[in-house]
């Protein structure tokens, strides 16, 4: 098989695999939730997540006629997560928080089609609009809740971007042994994640315990 070399995923990458999907059964509670269940829930959340966006990937990597589903897939869970914290936040934050993930998935969209195609300007230029995006969603998140700081949700993102452009690029070049051992890594740091996020809300609404 010939061996993809030329292919490039810029660190944007990340926010494909920066904030969670889900399925009807994964959603967080529609009523402020015990500790066990939020943590549960956002566990999931974020389980699922990670797993399809791999799936969006390769499909996408590989020209399967199954990679716009599975963006499609990735697009109606940014509802479902805006939905998981409006007894939280309020209908207005998960409606935000709605719209600022899907200018993010969509973007997602947009890098992997410049990756494979080598287009360097528009990968630069959707670099560019992701990290703008991806700043807004910091400052959101930050400002909603002061547990989640928006230099930690940085450090976090950062790391889940060098860990997603790994496995994406390990993807393409045919590297399948990394390719594998990465999403391993990338799984057990989304569940970091998933934990800091439901501790922050935890530790805002100790009421709801």
Known sequence: ?????????????????????????AQMPSAPAGDHDLRAGMRKLWADHVVWTRVYIISAVGGQPDARAALNRLMKNQEDIGK?????????????????????????????????????????????????????????????????????????LNEHLALTTKEATARLQQRWDEDVATFDQIFDQAMMMADALSGGILKQHPARR
């Open 1 to 25: 098989m010939r061996r993809v070399t030329g292919y490039r995923i810029l660190p944007a990458m990340v926010l494909l695999a920066g904030f969670g999907s889900t399925n009807t059964t």
């Open 84 to 156: 998981a914290i409006v007894p939280y936040y309020g209908a207005a934050a998960g409606t935000r928080l709605t719209d600022l993930l899907k200018q993010h998935i969509s973007i997602a969209g947009e890098i992997v089609t410049a990756a494979k195609a080598n287009d360097n300007a528009k990968l630069a230029d959707a670099n560019r609009r992701w990290h703008t995006n991806a700043d807004d969603i910091a400052t959101f998140l930050s400002e909603a809740n002061p547990n989640w700081t928006k230099s930690a949700l940085v450090s976090m």
